[in-house]
Nanobody, 123 residues
């Protein structure tokens, strides 16, 4: 069971990035996928979650209407579209999976983790 993130990089404030989370070794349909992030010297925090049925949950303090989450089960991928990026969004972004259809914000509820992708927002 594996998750691999991609799409990170360096952008200027106001820019956009689309992160991808590719699943292998399991059927994505039966898993809830969450995006989390961890900035230097800070605790990991949840960003957004999407269940197998497509229900979405966002950390409104983080997202502020700028991010969307989507999934393509036929491609075994989940996406995080990030717009209007701010320097405070600089962090390593992780996707994580948990079996079942429950939208959970607590990172301890996820058993499969990717290696992370770096997002840097600076001018």
């Amino acid at each position: 069971l594996q998750l691999v993130e991609s799409g990170g990089g360096s952008v200027q404030p106001g820019g956009s990035l689309r992160l991808s989370c590719a699943a292998s070794g399991f059927a994505l349909d039966y898993y809830t996928i969450g995006w989390f992030r961890q900035a230097p010297m800070k605790e990991r925090e949840y960003v957004a979650v999407i269940t197998g049925s497509g229900a979405r949950m966002f950390n409104r303090d983080v997202v502020k209407g700028r991010f969307t989450i989507s999934r393509e089960n036929t491609e075994s991928k989940v996406y995080l579209q990030m717009n209007s990026l701010e320097p405070e969004d600089t962090a390593v972004y992780y996707c994580a999976g948990r079996h079942g259809n429950g939208a959970v914000a607590d990172a301890s509820g996820y058993g499969i983790w990717g290696q992370g992708t770096q997002v840097t927002v600076s001018s």
